[in-house]
C-alpha cells in the first residue's frame, strides 16, 4: 500500500511547478511510497545540479557582453535574473 502523504519534493516547490502540485498529487495518489519519494528526490536534485552547473557557464559566456547586459538589465521591469517560468 501506498502512502498518500508523502511528497515527491521539498516544500516549496519551483515556480513552474506550483501550479501543477494538485494535478500531480491526484496523479500520485495511493500508490506513491517512500522510494517513490526518494528517486523523485534524487532526479530534482539532479536537474538542480545540471541547472547551476548550465547557469555558471551562460554567465561566463556573458562575460565579454557584460556592458549591454548592464545597459539592458537598467531598463524598467528587465532584471539580471528573470524568472523561470519553465515548461507548460
Known amino acids: 500500500m501506498g502512502n498518500d502523504t508523502v511528497?515527491?519534493?521539498?516544500e516549496p516547490a519551483p515556480g513552474w511547478m506550483?501550479?501543477?502540485?494538485?494535478d500531480l498529487s491526484m496523479a500520485l495518489e495511493g500508490r506513491?511510497?517512500?522510494r517513490h519519494a526518494l528517486?523523485?528526490?534524487?532526479?530534482l536534485q539532479h536537474l538542480d545540479q545540471r541547472l547551476a552547473r548550465f547557469d555558471?557557464?551562460?554567465e561566463e559566456m556573458m562575460v565579454p557582453?557584460?556592458?549591454?547586459?548592464e545597459l539592458l538589465t537598467s531598463i524598467p521591469g528587465i532584471g539580471p535574473k528573470p524568472s523561470r517560468s519553465g515548461p507548460g
Open 18 to 22: 506550483r501550479a501543477k502540485i494538485g
Open 7 to 10: 511528497r515527491p519534493w521539498p
Open 56 to 58: 555558471a557557464q551562460v
Open 65 to 69: 557582453f557584460r556592458l549591454a547586459r
Open 39 to 43: 528517486m523523485c528526490r534524487l532526479h
Open 32 to 34: 506513491f511510497d517512500e
